[in-house]
């Protein structure tokens, strides 16, 4: 089993910036890649950034350049770092591993409120 447990999150003002941080336990060593999806109200989960134990990311076309995910495997954590926040990305964020055979772990999300 893999824990995953968010944190960072919060309300802040448009053009604000915000870092999320999702630290890992259990049998970490089974995860291959971690990332960040979020869902806003009556929308749909997403993907917002992923990194694999390679180091390769990949973001949403809604959240490049403005938002960094890294990986610390010394911490066992993954990092969101998002700068240039706007209304739209409002959304509860959730942290996600999933390891070499497919198996898919989530955390239990922390809302991101950008509003002035």
């Known amino acids: 089993q893999v824990q995953l447990v968010e944190s960072g999150g919060g309300l802040v003002q448009p053009g604000g910036s915000l870092r999320l941080s999702c630290a890992a336990s259990?049998?970490?060593?089974?995860?291959?890649?971690m990332g960040w999806y979020r869902q806003a109200p009556g929308k749909q989960r997403e993907l917002v950034a992923r990194?694999?134990?390679?180091?390769?990311?990949n973001y949403a076309d809604s959240v490049k350049g403005r938002f960094t995910i890294s990986r610390d495997n010394t911490k066992n954590t993954v990092y969101l770092q998002m700068n240039s926040l706007s209304p739209e990305d409002t959304a509860v964020y959730y942290c996600?591993?999933?390891?070499?055979?497919?198996?898919?772990?989530w955390g239990k999300g922390t809302l991101v409120t950008v509003s002035s």
């Open positions: 996600h591993g999933l390891t070499g055979w497919g198996m898919n772990y």
């Open positions: 259990g049998r970490i060593k089974s995860i291959d890649a």
């Open positions: 990194v694999t134990s390679g180091g390769s990311t």
